[in-house]
């Protein structure tokens, strides 16, 4: 039976957003919501549209409860676009200041973030974060500030390239997208599992060329997202490909110990030119050594 003294925890997320269940971890909070929309404008030709093209689910952090990391994982719907003059075939919903479009932090986590990144600094605010259970990166934290600054945020055309690299070898993975025809970055997403990946290409699919390493979760993702956009593997990939390949070669080819035979060592027999020589330079050695 429900008491009075319970803490209603509706009451902290918006009506459009219904919570369904909380699971309790020993470090974290993971609170299940689930739309309760049921239509949405299309937000390039502002039609309202009710025609459900299906639901995904959305991961987004948000501002830590009783030191506990909280995360809450969303069933959200993206919606067809039927107007015929409008480019947008699907487009997905938001909950206005609350949670962005695309956005993996809730709105009250970044301006969390953002005032202890103008107290500290971005590494400092992205170290007390990570004592705190919140996931971010310095980076990230200037992205944050930038966007809040309104400064301009990098665009791309119709090719970009995608790769990893590591904060810390072997421990923590980011993803970079870089424009295609400049080489310059232009964002930094958390984690290579293609998660955030995904999120990005939903909201830029003017991309149609995509060059990319080998790692399958991006394979994936590009294609769930972009199905008619073209991949294809950088020269370091190929090149990497390549000297695998000849080298499972060589081993099927080629014995594992190749024996060398140990034949003597045979001297150039000495002349008579050079053993006169030879003894000409002594006898001027020994002569010259002759005190007076």
Not at 168 to 175: A, E, P
Request: hydrophobic share 35%.
């Amino acid at each position: 039976m429900r008491r009075e003294s319970d803490l209603d925890m509706q009451a902290f997320y918006p009506e459009e957003l219904q919570i369904t269940q909380i699971s309790e971890q020993e470090k974290a909070l993971i609170i299940h919501l689930k739309s309760q929309k049921h239509s949405y404008r299309c937000p390039k030709c502002a039609v309202e549209m009710t025609a459900y093209h299906g639901t995904y689910q959305r991961i987004v952090q948000d501002l830590p409860i009783f030191q506990k990391k909280v995360s809450l994982q969303i069933t959200a719907y993206d919606y067809y676009c039927k107007n015929g003059q409008c480019g947008v075939t699907t487009f997905v919903e938001d909950y206005g200041d609350f949670i962005g479009r695309s956005d993996r932090m809730t709105g009250r986590l970044e301006d969390f973030i953002r005032m202890l990144a103008l107290e500290t600094n971005c590494e400092g605010a992205a170290a007390i974060c990570k004592e705190m259970g919140i996931r971010v990166s310095g980076d990230t934290i200037i992205r944050m500030l930038r966007k809040m600054s309104g400064a301009p945020v990098p665009v791309c055309g119709d090719t970009i390239g995608v790769d990893d690299f590591a904060y810390r070898k072997g421990q923590t993975y980011c993803t970079v997208i870089c424009n295609g025809e400049t080489h310059e970055p232009i964002e930094i997403l958390d984690g290579r599992n293609g998660d955030a990946l995904r999120e990005w290409l939903k909201k830029n699919k003017q991309v149609k060329k995509v060059t990319r390493d080998r790692a399958g979760a991006y394979a994936k993702a590009i294609s769930d997202e972009l199905p008619d956009a073209m991949q294809i593997a950088d020269r370091f990939h190929l090149h990497q490909n390549l000297m695998k390949a000849v080298k499972e070669a060589l081993k099927h080819e080629l014995p594992n110990h190749i024996a060398i035979p140990n034949s003597p060592v045979t001297m150039p027999l000495e002349t008579e030119t050079d053993a006169a020589k030879k003894n000409g330079t002594e006898h001027s050695v020994r002569s010259a050594a002759t005190p007076l």
